[in-house]
Structures are given as C-alpha cells and as structure tokens.
C-alpha cells in the first residue's frame, strides 16, 4: 500500500482502445450466450497473492476478484454500436471505505501456433469516484487466446464518515488489533520487540536516536481493522525520513504462516502514515508485523541562533544569519544593509508581522539542506518575491514550470498569483514554441480578461513574440545548415 490521501479530487480518466485499427470498423456480433471472456486467461496479482482463472465457456458477463479492501469486476460490454468492450472497476466492501489503486494491466493475443500476436501494457488507476476503464476489442482479436494480467502496483485508503457525529478522521484508534499484534523492529541488525499490548495501550512505539516510529491500531467507522505507521522526528530543526521495509504475516491456531505481505515505503518528514488494512477473514488471527529500517536520510536544519544578521519580528522571534548570505542572495536587503555590510558589528532588521514560518523556510533554501522546494512553496514564493532572492525565484519558476500535475492554464494563474515573473515568463515562451498559444487563441481565450491587461501587456505578450522569434530563428538556422 501507498500512504493514503485525499481522493476527492481524482480526475476521471478514459482508458485507450487497445487496437486502435479497428477502432472504427470492428463490429463485434456474437450470439448473446457467447462471452468476452470465453477465450480469455485473466491473471490478477495483488501483493503475494495470485489469482488466475482459465478460460470458461459459460456465457458469464462478468467476473469479480476479491481484493483486501473490495473487489475487482471485468464486465462484459457491448455497446449500441456492437462494439465490444472490457470494462475494469473497483469497489469497497463498504460504501464508507474509499479504495484507490494503480494497476498495470498487461493485455496479449496469441495466434493459432501460441506465439504472441498483438500486446499492450498501460498504467491507471482505478477506484472511488473515476469511470470504469473500457478497453475496445476488435473481433480480430476476439476470435484469438487472450492474456490478462492485473497487477496491483499500489493501493490508496481513505475512510469516509457515516455521520456528522462520527469521528472527524473517519477511524478511532483501538486496541483491539494491538492486542493481537506483534511488532519487531531491526535497526542496524538490533532487533526490537513489543507486543501484544494489553487494552489500554492504544500506541507501539520505539525510539530511536533521531525519530519515533509509531504503530497505532485503527478501527475504521465501518468496523474494519487496520493500523498506521509513521515516523515522527523528535527535534523540530532536524528533518527524517526513513526507507522502511515491512513484513506482515498472518498465524493460525498452530503459529503457521497462513498469509503474508511484504512492502517497502518511505516514512518521516511531510509523510502521512503508512496505512495496512485487515481484511475480515484475519480479524481473530494473530498477526507479526517486522518492520526493517533500510536507509535514514537525516537533515539537520539551521537553527538560526549565529550570525551578524538579526531578522526581528513581532512576535518577538529572532532569526540569524549572516550578512555575507544575504549579499550574495538579496539585492533588496543588501541595498537596505547599506555601508553596514563592512562593520564587523550585527545589523539587525525588523521584519514585524512578515511570517516566520515563511522566512525559515527561505533560509532553508539558502542554506542548501535538502529540504524539497515544495514543502511550503507559497510561503517560500512570498518571502522570495518580498525581499529579491534571485536564485530562490530561479528554483521556483523551473520547479513551477516543470510541474505535471498542473495544466499550462493553471501554471500560469499561479505564477501570477504569486508574483513568479520568471515562471510567467518561461511559460510565455513555452506556449508560443509549441503551438499551444495558438490553439488557445483558437478556442475563444481572452488573454487580457484571463490574465489582466498589466500583466498580459508586459510579460506575456512580449515573452511570446519573442518565443515565435527564436523559433522562426532555429528553424531558419537548420535549413541553412
């Protein structure tokens, strides 16, 4: 499983046709007893788990596997057209339970000889709140032996409420499933054991030099069991993430192995827990959960108690730092630092109300720790844009401009918001040498209402022209050549 996260904002995806020859002209005209998966081997791997299940000429038009949190269902599908479809969905258990998975769906037609004729393999996900994923099968492959594999690459759970007086994080934490729940923890070959806990333990946890790891057993509003992991640094200025290699075994009435799981996450610092559900068939069965530390990247964080820079606030905070780091960085505080840059003695500048948080988090960059640019990125672009850190703007524009989850639209109105000139610069640019300025205009935007005539006027209409010069510059220059 992969950390949970909110997923009421997942966009629904269409899948692609996995033939697209006969992706116009294919009708598929059978007799209505005669089923999709009649030639059709569908292999589904979730975890250790491996379910196959061979072809059956029994007229069915749909199949369902048992997944840990819900099922898996392949329908039967045939349009108004006749076309024949596969289509591939998830569901919970429990309406409560939101499940979101990313699977790898590998899809292979054999020839009369057995050898492999047509293929294809795609990535998706599937789950609470997107459309079914419908793969178009022409009749050409139909009339072939068909392979499906599903494997499950990662699983996302979010536990919803039943009511308004439910718990405000859909689970309550229980001592149910500690109770029969043993943890072991290596570190550096050391091994570490707690467990069972007694009823009113409600938390495992083990300390070590850096960190707290905490294992809290769950019970979801729907009355599923589940437990959390996470990693919790025990000094706010040092930042750590460890790599965590898990194991959870399942024993019966002999202490046999009768289930397991194996998984490798991250856990520490801007993580959320590591969620593990537990599927009702292992409710009463005791459980051994080893967790292995594989790898610690630790980041000590500036402090800022030394310098001869003392940025004041109101709330009576004190930042330190130095005037040499902010010379090379700040035009704007050099310039307001002035001829004191030379006297040995400290300066001090009073920030009042500007937001700490928002500082630290600058001078984070500064000081090069390895601290992700996007932690807190609004604030960073804030303290960046107030007080002219040049090479700090440099790292956010790229970073921005280079963001996949947003759409070209969406990157600009943020630059913008934020004040990121470089960003709305580079995007100009962007747009104007891929086409895509062009197929904006095309579709009805207004540059001047989307994004307000002072900006439009001197930073993207100017930064386009130009993009349409160097193109029309290069492409002369490789003729020439």
């Known amino acids: 499983m992969v950390r949970s996260r909110c997923l009421s904002s997942v966009s629904v995806q269409t899948a692609p046709e996995w033939d697209s020859e006969f992706k116009y002209s294919t009708i598929y005209a059978v007799g209505p007893t005669?089923?999709?998966?009649?030639?059709?081997?569908?292999?589904?791997?979730?975890?250790?788990?491996?379910?196959?299940?061979?072809?059956v000429q029994n007229g069915e038009k749909s199949i369902r596997f048992q997944m840990d949190q819900g099922f898996l269902q392949l329908?039967?599908?045939?349009?108004?057209?006749?076309?024949?479809?596969?289509?591939?969905?998830?569901?919970?258990?429990?309406?409560?339970?939101?499940?979101?998975?990313k699977l790898k769906l590998t899809m292979t037609a054999f020839n009369q000889n057995g050898c492999a004729d047509k293929s294809f393999e795609t990535i998706f996900d599937q789950g609470y709140d997107l459309a079914n994923y419908e793969?178009?099968?022409?009749?050409?492959?139909?009339?072939?032996?068909?392979?499906?594999?599903?494997?499950?690459?990662?699983?996302?759970?979010?536990?919803?409420?039943?009511?308004?007086?439910?718990?405000?994080?859909?689970r309550v934490i229980e001592a149910g499933l500690l109770s029969r729940m043993t943890v072991n923890l290596t570190e550096n070959g050391k091994v570490a054991t707690k467990g069972p806990c007694t009823d009113s333990e409600k938390i495992?946890?083990?300390k070590t030099e850096e960190a707290s790891l905490n294992i809290k057993g769950c019970k979801g509003t729907s009355g599923h069991d589940f437990f959390e992991l996470g990693v919790t640094s025990d000094d706010e200025n040092t930042d750590v993430i460890y790599q965590l290699q898990i194991k959870v075994q399942c024993l019966d009435e002999n202490g046999n192995v009768c289930k397991q799981f194996y998984h490798c996450c991250e856990q520490g610092a801007r993580l959320d827990p590591y969620t593990c559900f537990i599927g009702d068939e292992l409710k009463y069965k005791p459980l051994k959960v080893d967790v292995e530390i594989v790898h610690k990247s630790i980041d000590m964080l500036p402090t800022f108690e030394e310098g001869d820079v003392y940025l004041a606030f109101s709330n009576g905070t004190v930042l330190k730092t130095y005037k040499t780091v902010i010379g090379v960085h700040s035009t704007y505080l050099k310039?307001?630092?002035?001829?004191?840059?030379?006297?040995?003695?400290?300066?001090?500048?009073?920030?009042?109300?500007?937001?700490?948080d928002a500082i630290k988090e600058l001078l984070y960059q500064v000081y090069s720790t390895k601290r992700p640019i996007w932690t807190n990125f609004k604030a960073l672009a804030l303290a960046a844009t107030s007080f002219s850190f040049n090479l700090i703007l440099r790292k956010l524009a790229l970073h921005l401009v280079n963001y996949e989850e947003l759409c070209w639209l969406d990157k600009m109105k943020e630059a913008i918001c934020m004040g990121l000139d470089e960003a709305i610069i580079m995007l100009a640019v962007q747009a104007s040498q891929t086409g895509l300025?062009?197929?904006?205009?095309?579709?009805?935007?207004?540059?001047l209402n989307e994004f307000g005539v002072q900006v439009y006027e001197s930073l993207i209409k100017p930064n386009v022209e130009r993009g349409y010069s160097q193109m029309y510059h290069e492409n002369l220059l490789s003729r020439c050549l």
């Not at 005669?34 to 072809?55: A, C, H, W, Y």
């Not at 050409?140 to 536990?159: N, P, R």
Request: aromatic share 6%.
């Open 75 to 101: 329908t039967d599908i045939k349009n108004e057209q006749g076309k024949a479809f596969i289509g591939l969905s998830t569901f919970s258990k429990d309406k409560r339970v939101h499940a979101l998975y």
């Open 204 to 206: 495992i946890t083990f």
């Open 34 to 55: 005669v089923s999709i998966f009649g030639k059709m081997t569908i292999i589904v791997k979730n975890g250790l788990d491996v379910i196959e299940r061979l072809p």
């Open 437 to 447: 300025w062009d197929g904006l205009l095309a579709s009805g935007m207004d540059p």
């Open 135 to 170: 793969i178009l099968l022409s009749s050409t492959v139909l009339e072939k032996k068909i392979k499906m594999e599903i494997e499950v690459l990662s699983k996302s759970i979010c536990y919803g409420l039943p009511s308004a007086s439910s718990s405000a994080t859909g």
């Open 335 to 356: 310039e307001l630092i002035g001829d004191d840059m030379n006297c040995p003695g400290p300066v001090t500048i009073n920030l009042d109300n500007f937001s700490v």
